[in-house]
């Protein structure tokens, strides 16, 4: 479903993804760990095209990118075959819960209004969601933002969705509601890579993970593996620091 070959990103002379090679298998969930800094957001953000990446090959479904020679077409292409779950919802303010989902709908894809509205409601029936549908963003807590922002994802049926650390703006009671929805999406058979803190959620639904520092890709392997049994010093260190710090909570 996702190839991505030889992927390359820098911020002026700061290198953040050095020639990173990662394929995904349809209906997989890839979660990705790694130390702040070390270029996961960025890779996310390259896949849909929210960040230029400077060289490399992009392939999602059937669209495959040069990320040094694309057209317009190619870009629109590539960007509509993913969506993105951001760290804080990213929400049209203005918009209700079920125009948040419409929007991209009817003015994205041309859907008739009709239609759209039906596909919303099932999407907000999905996410547990449908009883809130006329409320404002300003009037849910953050984790059901976060639940309206996923439903928003996949109203345009994307190949893959991408989360970036979608729980960590969370309250803590909050961030199971939205694990829960990611777990049924990841039971649905949707592909799925998902940046995250949270070791367990990932241990429990990911396939793979990937440990990235310094912007390669350090370690990867299944879930259970990785997180129980690491190989690399990095990882190990990174996993660690992920305990001591929890055991620092008094
Ligand atoms: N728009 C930007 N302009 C300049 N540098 C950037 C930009 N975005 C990211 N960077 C730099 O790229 C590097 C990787 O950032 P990135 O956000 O991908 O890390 P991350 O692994 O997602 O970290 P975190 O766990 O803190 O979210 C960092 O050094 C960051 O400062
Ligand atoms: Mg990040």
């Not at 800094?37 to 479904?61: A, F, V, W, Y």
């Not at 059937?62 to 804080?88: G, I, P, W």
């Not at 989360?163 to 969370?170: G, I, R, V």
Request: glycine share 6%; with cysteine; aromatic share 6%.
């Amino acid at each position: 479903m996702i190839k991505v070959s030889e992927l390359s990103k820098r911020f002026a002379n700061n290198p953040v993804l050095k020639a990173i090679n990662l394929n995904v298998k349809q209906g997989e969930v890839v979660a990705i760990i790694g130390p702040s800094g070390s270029g996961k957001s960025t890779l996310l953000r390259c896949l849909n095209l929210l960040e230029k990446p400077d060289s490399g090959i992009i392939q999602i479904g059937e669209v495959t990118l040069d990320c040094q020679h694309y057209n317009h077409r190619q870009e629109t292409e590539l960007r509509k075959q993913s969506a993105m779950v951001f760290q804080h919802y990213n929400l049209f303010k203005n918009k209700t819960a079920l125009e948040n989902i419409t929007y991209p709908l009817i003015v994205g894809q041309k859907m008739d209004k009709k239609q759209a509205m039906q596909r919303g409601l099932w999407l907000l029936e999905r996410v547990g969601m449908v009883d809130y549908a006329n409320q404002y963003p300003i009037t849910l807590s953050g984790g059901q933002q976060q639940r309206i922002a996923i439903a928003r994802a996949l109203a345009v049926r994307p190949k893959v969705l991408l989360f970036d650390e979608p729980t960590s703006a969370l309250d803590p009671e909050r961030v199971h509601e939205v694990l829960q929805v990611m777990l049924q999406l990841a039971k649905e058979n949707i592909t799925m890579i998902i940046v995250t803190h949270e070791m367990e959620f990932a241990k429990y639904v990911a396939d793979r993970i990937i440990f990235m520092a310094n912007g390669i890709i350090v370690e990867e392997g299944l879930a259970k593996s990785i997180i129980d049994n690491p190989q690399n010093a990095l990882t190990q260190r990174f996993l660690r620091q992920l305990t001591d710090d929890i055991d620092f909570q008094i």
